[in-house]
């Protein structure tokens, strides 16, 4: 069977994903169920894997899905919900809206330096919708809030969900989680440094002339994510880079803004939190303040600490056939379980009543449901595909047709699986065996180019279907996908050209 008849099948499981959820419009949860299917169908029939490794690799890409991705998934969105239910983020959102009254820098303190936060926090939508509702509840007109928001979830994605996606990739493929983040952040840096900017010439207006008076503002809010991120990455990990940038960020975007004075054409009545005192404060963020201590605290970089907690883990081969991989499963040193632990003492710090905590964490079960069965279904579908020789086939036929240009190519992949699926961690568990095994071949640095495909997701997720989707919801214009799409569709153009320079001349660096 020619490579290309084998690239066309192999990406079939892929491209049933775009039938489904771009044109039958099915539920994600479905489409990638059918995935699932269809790869292990293929994988038994054209590359004859035997039935019995078929199902134990889709046991192993289960679970690996379950431990730790769903817990730290489930954990996240149950502190955000927990917080909400304790009326903790109102007071959030009230002690951001009382720092300027300058409608750029409101935009700016709110989509770029909040929304990294809940995106690094918790992800999966949550750091669009949040934002976007607080911005249309202080008057911003709603598409405008959702297009922001948009594009400023997008190169924070790599790290959403206390760094879910980029460890994910990195277990993945077996390469170092910290380098990895590092290079990612590196890759990153020019947009994210490039996104407030493009932010605050929307918020104001008036182009380039919307940037005066704040660029340094604007400068300093980009700069003060990116090198904090990078300092993260290159010494503890993706755990907490984006967190790390998001915070400090905001701490020097909060104390420049609240000494800048508002020019009259920009200014904007907000309603502020007026009975907050520094206990309600605390209370509020209590629960973020203990993730960030634990997380850190358990980290390399209190590595008697780390090596004392590493010893509780388990190591396992699941699938049955030829060179299985060894999978280890972190018992107590995971994200999930301190994010958990941070949730219940944050809760009881804000008079949480166990009848709270029992109906927020059902009620969160059942609202990640869909994601759950999504992550089993496509962890499964790439075990699959690897075990069989599925990636490697479809690996072999990018590398024949783009040779030395492939990482022209990279950041597509990455954009693509994102863009369909509406999640960094999956667009990784599709494409990442791919861009291994291209740099594998093509002898370039894999950290390099497997970071691309994160790149690549940066832009996806700002065009991803489910993202405007989850963006309408919440500030109530629900139907109007197809106006926003237009709105946001020439920056991701503009920028996924930008990704592909970098990928090329970064690789030819290196």
Known sequence: MNT????????????????????????????????????????????????????????????????????????????????????????????????????????LLIAWCF??????????????????????AMGFDPIFSCLVCLLANGFPTPWGSIGIPTTTLANLVGLENTHLSFVESLQCAPFMLAVPFIMMMLAGGKGMKSLKGIGFITLMSGVCFVIPQLIVSWFVGADLAVVVGAVCSMA?????????????????????????????????????????????????????????????????????????????FVWINTPGVWIFLSAIVGGLIQHASWEDFRSVFVATVKQMTPTIITMCSVLATAKIMSYSGMIGDIAAFCIAVTGSFYTIFAPWLGCLGCFVTGSGTSSGLLFGQVQMDAATALNMDPFWVVGLNMLGVGVGKMLSPQSIAIALSAVGRTGRDSELLKKVLPYGAVLLVLTSLVGYFGSILL
């Not at 990406?11 to 269809?38: D, E, F, N, Q």
């Not at 929304?115 to 249309?136: H, K, S, V, Y």
């Open 252 to 328: 020097v975007t909060i104390v420049l803004a609240m000494k800048k004075k508002t020019p009259p054409e920009y200014e904007m009545e907000v309603k502020t939190e007026k009975s907050l005192t520094l206990d309600k404060a605390l209370r509020a963020w209590s629960p973020f303040i203990m993730i960030f201590i634990l997380l850190l605290g358990t980290s390399k970089l209190v590595a008697p600490v780390n090596s004392w907690l590493a010893q509780f883990s388990s190591a396992v081969s699941v699938y049955t056939g030829a060179d299985p991989n060894t999978i280890s």
């Open 115 to 136: 929304g990294g936060f809940m995106e690094g926090m918790a992800g999966f939508g949550t750091a669009i919708a949040i934002p976007a509702g607080m911005l249309a």
């Open 4 to 107: 290309g008849l084998l690239f066309v099948l192999g990406l079939c499981p892929i491209l049933w994903l775009i039938l489904a959820l771009l044109v039958l419009k099915w539920p994600t949860w479905k489409a990638a169920v059918g995935s699932a299917l269809l790869a292990a169908i293929e994988a038994m029939l054209v590359w004859k894997l035997p039935a019995l490794d078929t199902g134990s690799a889709a046991l192993e890409g289960i679970m690996m899905a379950l431990w730790p991705i769903v817990v730290v998934i489930i954990a996240a969105v149950f502190t955000y919900n927990l917080c909400v239910k304790t009326g903790a983020m109102e007071t959030i959102k009230g002690m951001l809206a009382s720092v300027t009254s300058d409608r750029r820098l409101l935009v």
